[in-house]
């Protein structure tokens, strides 16, 4: 079964700014007051990077992450499913999805993923 994206960002009241994670001000216009919402649809490549000094609990030897952006504007950080940084290039399209990204104390921990699907 498909789980639920577990993020919520935060709109401000004031200027529309979007944030996550929550910050306590509006980073543009320093109002305190915020609509949640969740990321929604798929979502554009806007960064990525490769990690290879991991934590412990991942069993990779490196990570391949990125910032994607869905269609209404919530931007975030999640594991890309590649092999190497050559098959992206900023812009692409990924499907994001909520799945276990590393095992601690015997439990999975989920995080955010993002599949190229173009
Ligand atoms: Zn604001």
């Not at 509006?26 to 919402?37: I, Q, S, T």
């Not at 000094?53 to 590649?82: S, T, Y």
Request: proline content about 5%; charged content about 30%; some cysteine.
């Amino acid at each position: 079964m498909k789980k639920e994206i577990a993020i919520t960002a935060y709109k401000c009241k004031q200027c529309g700014k979007i944030h996550y994670p929550y910050h306590d001000r509006c980073l543009v216009c320093k109002g305190r007051e915020f609509e949640k919402m969740k990321p929604e649809g798929d979502a554009h490549l806007l960064t990525y990077t490769a990690i290879f000094n991991l934590p412990w609990g991942f069993d990779q030897r490196f990570l391949i992450i990125g910032v994607a952006e869905f269609e209404n504007h919530v931007k975030a950080m999640g594991q890309i499913k590649v092999d190497s940084v050559d098959q992206l290039k900023t812009g692409m399209k990924v499907r994001p999805s909520w799945e276990p990204i590393r095992v601690q104390y015997g439990e999975n921990v989920y995080g955010l993923k993002f599949e190229p699907i173009e």
